[in-house]
T-cell receptor, first 114, second 116 residues
Framework: NAGVMQNPRHLVRRRGQEARLRCSPM?????VYWYRQLPEEGLKFMVYLQKENIIDESGMPKERFSAEFPKEGPSILRIQQVVRGDSAAYFC????????????FGDGTRLSIL | DQQVKQNSPSLSVQEGRISILNCDYT??????FLWYKKYPAEGPTFLIS?????DKNEDGRFTVFLNKSAKHLSLHIVPSQPGDSAVYFC???????????????FGQGTILTVHP
């Protein structure tokens, strides 16, 4: 499967715990984007990364959220000290990044906070 | 501030007829537009895109029209099939500098139901 791979598909955490969401982009794609879909809402941009660089984090909450895309390995979205309001579907997308090009999405991680 | 709007929450169409989904935007910096289809519990699937230098792009049963002066785009599906039933999102993007394009701004989605 050469598509965008996200894991885990479902993640359950208790309030105060940490959540780590992983994303492997499509082969040949060097640009990664994270989006969040809250219940009954559309997808909202969180962060845009290239290898080892954060390009745009204008959609990231100021506290508890961080993202990285290391030279080797998947991109990680990390949520510290989770709260009930973090319950959502988190989608990762990747693109080739050269000129206008479609972003291709993974199937998401559904995060539930108890 | 909702920069991309899909004003119709739902659309119901008979199989074989045309489905027309509409989308409006307010940000004049947007110059690349996309349509995605989404099934429950799956990620959005890319359908078709259009750059602002064009006013029409066609791919099989899907055609996207762009009216820059009206800041409006539409997706036409002809003929509609029951398997097209899904949520359709339009999205817009602007040049993030150099040759890279950044974040997508999504509309709220339109639920399309195609009846056999």
């Amino acid at each position: 499967n050469a598509g965008v791979m996200q894991n885990p598909r479902h993640l359950v955490r208790r309030r105060g715990q940490e959540a780590r969401l992983r994303c492997s982009p499509m082969k040949g794609h060097s640009h990664v984007y994270w989006y969040r879909q809250l219940p009954e809402e559309g997808l909202k941009f969180m962060v845009y990364l290239q290898k080892e660089n954060i390009i745009d984090e204008s959609g990231m909450p100021k506290e508890r959220f961080s993202a990285e895309f290391p030279k080797e390995g998947p991109s990680i979205l990390r949520i510290q000290q989770v709260v009930r309001g973090d319950s959502a579907a988190y989608f990762c997308a990747s693109s080739q990044g050269q000129g206008p090009a479609p972003q291709h999405f993974g199937d998401g991680t559904r995060l539930s906070i108890l | 501030d909702q920069q991309v709007k899909q004003n119709s929450p739902s659309l119901s169409v008979q199989e074989g007829r045309i489905s027309i989904l509409n989308c409006d935007y307010t940000n004049s910096m947007f110059d690349y537009f996309l349509w995605y289809k989404k099934y429950p519990a799956e990620g959005p699937t890319f359908l078709i895109s259009i750059s602002s230098i064009k006013d029409k792009n066609e791919d099989g049963r899907f055609t996207v029209f762009l009216n820059k002066s009206a800041k409006h785009l539409s997706l036409h599906i002809v003929p509609s099939q029951p398997g097209d039933s899904a949520v359709y999102f339009c999205a817009a993007s602007a040049n993030a500098g150099g040759t890279s394009y950044g974040k997508l701004t999504f509309g709220q989605g339109t639920i399309l139901t195609v009846h056999p």
